[in-house]
């Protein structure tokens, strides 16, 4: 026992030295698209990712231009890296995979302003069911693959005005974080265990 326990303290803080490699990792995609690209370019592009209605795939180098694709990814990434230090959750390897498709995902069709409402509706659920955001932050994180589905809501014309559309896309983006979260019950891949049953 003794032995495990040693050998998880020293997994964990080999663990806990990926925080400064995962913002390096973020502000080398930012400089990469100030490099790529003017500033001025790269803020106007950001604007136009902001407010492109999203299909599933939207690919933002096409869109946007390089820079700007790639500045999104860097703030995706840092904002994530954010939420799972507040959050207080346990790195490992699926931390990588996360970051890896947070990044990869933020050059089509995922950006810093969609994801927020997916991760709002796991974040309401682990309240809702009183269980650690820290157990459940991995599941939004993954479950904003879906973003685009908020800006292609939000940025349609169908929904009577610019207002409705936002407050419709909001909501199917809440939905979506909280469906996530109640549908992904194993909790063994993230080395955790499920404090209710909600």
């Not at 964990?12 to 100030?34: I, K, S």
């Not at 902001?50 to 995706?76: K, R």
């Not at 069709?109 to 932050?137: E, H, M, S």
């Not at 896309?169 to 194993?186: D, E, Q």
Request: proline share 4%; charged share 10%; hydrophobic share 50%.
């Amino acid at each position: 026992m003794g032995v495990f326990h040693l050998l998880h303290h020293e997994h964990q803080a080999r663990y806990e030295r990926m925080f400064p490699y995962l913002w390096a990792y973020a502000a080398l995609l930012a400089l990469a698209g100030f490099v790529v690209d003017t500033p001025g370019n790269t803020i106007r592009g950001l604007y136009t990712i902001v407010t492109t209605e999203d299909a599933l795939i939207t690919d933002y180098v096409l869109v946007a231009g390089p820079g700007a694709a790639l500045v999104n990814s860097a703030i995706v990434t840092a904002i994530s890296i954010c939420l799972l230090y507040a959050a207080g959750d346990t790195l490992n390897g699926m931390t990588l995979v996360e970051m890896g498709l947070m990044s990869g995902f933020s050059l089509f069709g995922k950006n810093f302003v969609n994801i927020w409402p997916i991760l709002a509706g796991t974040w309401l659920y682990t309240k809702a069911c009183r269980q650690r955001l820290a157990g459940n932050i991995g599941i939004g994180l993954m479950a904003t693959a879906l973003a685009p589905i908020v800006s292609y809501i939000a940025l349609d014309n169908g929904w009577g005005g610019p207002v409705q559309g936002v407050l419709v896309g909001v909501a199917a983006g809440v939905l979506l974080g909280l469906t996530a979260a109640v549908l992904y019950m194993p909790k063994s891949v993230r080395g955790l265990e499920r404090e209710t049953l909600c």
